[in-house]
């Protein structure tokens, strides 16, 4: 299984290895439900979430997505 987050750049301007910190937590939080996923990010222009899962795990990543970026506003 693979997991891509697509990220906006833009949102991250200024903030230091960006990549690697979204790359750290979301690799890190996507091992716990799926070890065996290949976790990748991509910094673009606008916000996607791409993988290969089933419907249900698919519902799974995003509800750990949004959990991940709710944290991540506090």
């Known amino acids: 299984m693979f997991v891509e987050l697509v990220y ?3 949102n991250v301007v200024g903030l230091p290895r960006a ?3 979204i790359l750290g937590e979301l690799s890190k939080r996507v091992h716990r439900i799926f070890p065996d996923a290949e976790v990748r990010v ?4 606008g916000n996607a979430l791409s993988s290969d899962a089933s419907k ?4 799974k990543l995003n509800r ?3 959990e991940m970026f709710e ?4």
Do not use: F, G, V, Y
Request: net charge negative; no cysteine; charged share 55%.
């Open 8 to 10: 906006d750049k833009r």
């Open 42 to 45: 991509k910094p673009m222009q």
């Open 71 to 74: 944290e991540a506003d506090m």
């Open 64 to 66: 750990m997505l949004e």
């Open 19 to 21: 990549k690697d910190i």
């Open 56 to 59: 249900s795990d698919r519902e």
